[in-house]
C-alpha cells in the first residue's frame, strides 16, 4: 500500500516560485507514473503535471507548460513540482498522485492521491 505526503505549499506573491515535495512511503513508487493535480473552490480537480518511472517522459497543462517543472528522486521516493512565475490563478489545493502503469492527464486514472496542500499567490 503506497500513501503519498505532500509539503512546501503555503501562500506566496504573484511572480514568486514555490516547490513542492511528494514523498511516498509504504512500498517504493520507483516504477510508478507520478502526477500533480489542483483543484480550485467551486472547480473539478484539473491535471498539472506527470512524469514516468524513468523521468523519461513528461506532461504538462498548457497552463503551466513553461513554468513548472515536474522531477522526481527514485532513490529518496519523492517527485517534485517547481513552481516559478506564479500567478493568483495558481492558487488551489494541489494533490500528488501514483499510477502503476503508463502516463495519462486523466484525473480518473490515478488510484493512489495524497491529501493535498494549499498553495496561494497573492496579486
Known amino acids: 500500500q503506497v500513501q503519498l505526503v505532500e509539503s512546501g505549499g503555503g501562500l506566496v506573491q504573484a511572480g514568486g516560485s514555490l516547490r513542492l515535495s511528494c514523498a511516498a512511503s509504504g512500498r517504493t513508487v520507483s516504477r510508478y507514473t507520478m502526477g500533480w493535480f489542483r483543484q480550485s473552490p467551486g472547480k473539478e480537480r484539473e491535471f498539472v503535471a506527470a512524469?514516468?518511472?524513468?523521468?523519461?517522459?513528461?506532461y504538462y497543462a498548457d497552463s503551466v507548460k513553461g513554468r513548472f517543472t515536474i522531477s522526481r528522486d527514485n532513490a529518496k521516493n519523492t517527485v517534485y513540482l517547481q513552481m516559478n512565475s506564479l500567478k493568483p490563478e495558481d492558487t488551489a489545493v494541489y494533490y500528488c498522485?501514483?499510477?502503476?502503469?503508463?502516463?495519462?492527464?486523466?484525473?480518473?486514472?490515478?488510484?493512489?492521491w495524497g491529501q493535498g496542500l494549499q498553495v496561494t499567490v497573492s496579486s
Open positions: 498522485a501514483a499510477r502503476s502503469v503508463g502516463i495519462t492527464t486523466s484525473t480518473n486514472a490515478y488510484s493512489v
Open positions: 512524469i514516468t518511472w524513468s523521468s523519461s517522459s513528461t
